[in-house]
């Protein structure tokens, strides 16, 4: 059964305390790996799709890499605004058109 | 650019009751997907909607239902409603079918009473 999961279930950061958060995935074909920011009250919001292991991507102060069992999203330097709830996803394989297997999610907080 | 929007944005309903959410897709997008969340949980999909038709299905009973229109709009119905429905229900619209990145509306928080 495909499944992700996603790990420290909440980190409280200092502003400017940089970390890494962690997706780690089980499925039997890797068709590309997914980042979401979810705000409180609002739907997810994409950040990256990452889609062969040594692939990283960047954006602000985000970096998202790739291994063969799982990714990991690496804050430097966080502000407050980086609060927020951060999903990875992976498609189902073989299984229903358009189905994304999400994890949990890590809940950031970073004080000032 | 229109995003994608839903709505109502909160309902309130008691068991046995029947729900319709509404969903319009962000322009230029004909694909759209239903996702239910549960509180601390991730989203976990309920059907994606292509063309109309419907091309992929969750693990999700035959009382959740969906319509997509010409318009690429869409509906998703829910039937003879229990108290595990209680969710924020998440629309999202994509540019083709199958696992293109997706739009997220805010979402229509749904209390079953």
């Known amino acids: 059964e495909d499944q992700v999961t996603q790990s420290p279930e909440a980190l409280r950061l200092q502003e400017g305390e940089s970390s890494s958060l962690n997706c780690s995935y089980t499925?039997?074909?890797?068709?590309?790996l997914f980042w979401y920011r979810q705000d409180p009250g609002k739907g997810p919001e994409f950040l990256f799709t990452?889609?062969?292991a040594g692939e990283e991507k960047e954006k602000e102060r985000l970096k998202a890499t790739l291994t063969k069992k799982e990714s990991f999203l690496h804050i430097t330097a966080p502000k407050p605004e980086d609060s927020a709830t951060y999903l990875c996803?992976?498609?189902?394989?073989?299984?229903?058109?358009?189905?994304?297997?999400f994890g949990k999610g890590t809940k950031l907080s970073v004080k000032p | 650019e229109t995003g994608v929007t839903q709505s109502p944005t909160h309902l309130i309903k008691t068991r046995g009751q029947q729900v319709t959410l509404r969903c319009s897709s962000q322009?230029?997008?004909?694909?759209v997907s239903w996702y239910q969340q549960a509180l601390g949980q991730g989203p976990q999909f309920i059907f994606q909607?292509?063309?109309?038709?419907?091309?992929g299905r969750g693990n999700f009973p035959p009382r959740f239902s969906g319509l997509q229109f010409p318009n690429y709009s869409s509906e998703l119905n829910v039937n003879a409603l229990e108290l595990d429905d209680s969710a924020l229900y998440l629309c999202?619209?994509?540019?083709?079918?199958?696992?293109?990145?997706?739009?997220f509306g805010s979402g229509t928080q749904l209390s079953v009473l």
């Open positions: 999202a619209s994509s540019q083709k079918e199958g696992h293109e990145k997706l739009f």
């Open positions: 499925v039997s074909g890797l068709r590309g």
């Open positions: 909607y292509y063309r109309e038709e419907e091309n």
């Open positions: 990452l889609y062969s």
């Open positions: 996803a992976v498609p189902e394989y073989g299984g229903s058109q358009g189905n994304l297997i």
């Open positions: 322009s230029g997008h004909n694909t």
